[in-house]
């Protein structure tokens, strides 16, 4: 009997032992099914850079280089990061048609698919700004009043207060930023194209950029009134003052010199 009862399996036995494979089971899967992500998500990123680097040959290795190293027609774009070619490219100024003191924006070329190619190689190249997300650079519940003050603090000098844009020397001017995408603007700040200089995250945080982009929003926006009249592309109350001064006295001294002639003619006859 004792020998019997020996060999009799406890009733947990069934149990204990289906634990067993399921935990070896979920191990497994843990131990090889996030190495399959990965190694795919990896293939995948290297197709996108082998794509982008025939896009680049094509159409930017004539000024910039063949390795991106940079010529004497065209600056070096290692390190220059995803940011900075997804502005460039998606605001159509680059490929430039020309070297010049301001490359100007132009309509775009390549989809935005090609563009996140292009942007992946130049990344691979050197470490720089990535592509913002769309939560990065949405101005939805931004402060509209703090981006003011630090718009024109830290840019208004070049794009004027209300960002119509401004000469600057030599041929170069601070373009338009009226309509200009929201993300195209942050991208901006990131990474500081042609003459304008780079406002990071240690300088402008998120937030301040975000401010920034609502202030823009705000006052070249569809809705935004002017009280004033035209605006004279938002030059401020001393130029549009001594606009009226000068347009506005010249014509009463033109209707008092008119009235006067006048006057002298009616009394000769």
Wanted: glycine share 12%.
């Amino acid at each position: 009997m004792k020998k019997l009862s020996a060999r009799r399996r406890h009733p947990l036995a069934a149990l204990v032992v289906l634990t067993i494979a399921l935990a070896a089971c979920a191990g497994l899967y843990t131990a090889f099914a996030p190495a399959d992500k990965a190694v795919a998500e990896e293939t995948a990123q290297t197709l996108t850079i082998e794509e982008g680097k025939k896009l680049y040959a094509v159409g930017c290795a004539s000024c910039h280089g063949t390795g991106g190293q940079g010529t004497s027609d065209g600056p070096s774009l290692v390190g220059v990061g995803a940011a900075a070619v997804d502005f460039q490219v998606g605001t159509g100024r680059m490929p430039a048609q020309q070297p010049g003191a301001q490359v100007p924006k132009k309509p775009v070329v390549y989809s935005q698919a090609e563009i996140d190619q292009l942007a992946a190689y130049i990344s691979s190249l050197g470490a720089g700004p990535e592509i913002p997300t769309e939560n990065e650079y949405d101005p939805e519940g931004a402060d509209i009043a703090e981006g003011g003050e630090l718009f024109r603090t830290n840019c208004a000098q070049c794009h004027n207060f209300t960002g119509k844009g401004g000469a600057l020397s030599e041929g170069k001017y601070a373009p338009s930023l009226e309509g200009v995408d929201p993300k195209h603007i942050y991208e901006a700040m990131q990474t500081g194209p042609q003459n304008m200089p780079s406002f990071p995250d240690t300088t402008l945080s998120e937030e301040n950029k975000k401010d920034i982009i609502a202030y823009l929003d705000a006052v070249n926006s569809d809705d935004t009134v002017e009280p004033g009249g035209l605006s004279l592309g938002g030059l401020g109350p001393v130029s549009e003052g001594l606009f009226g001064w000068v347009f506005g006295l010249g014509a009463l001294i033109a209707v008092a010199v008119w009235v006067a002639a006048r006057t002298a003619k009616a009394k000769k006859s």
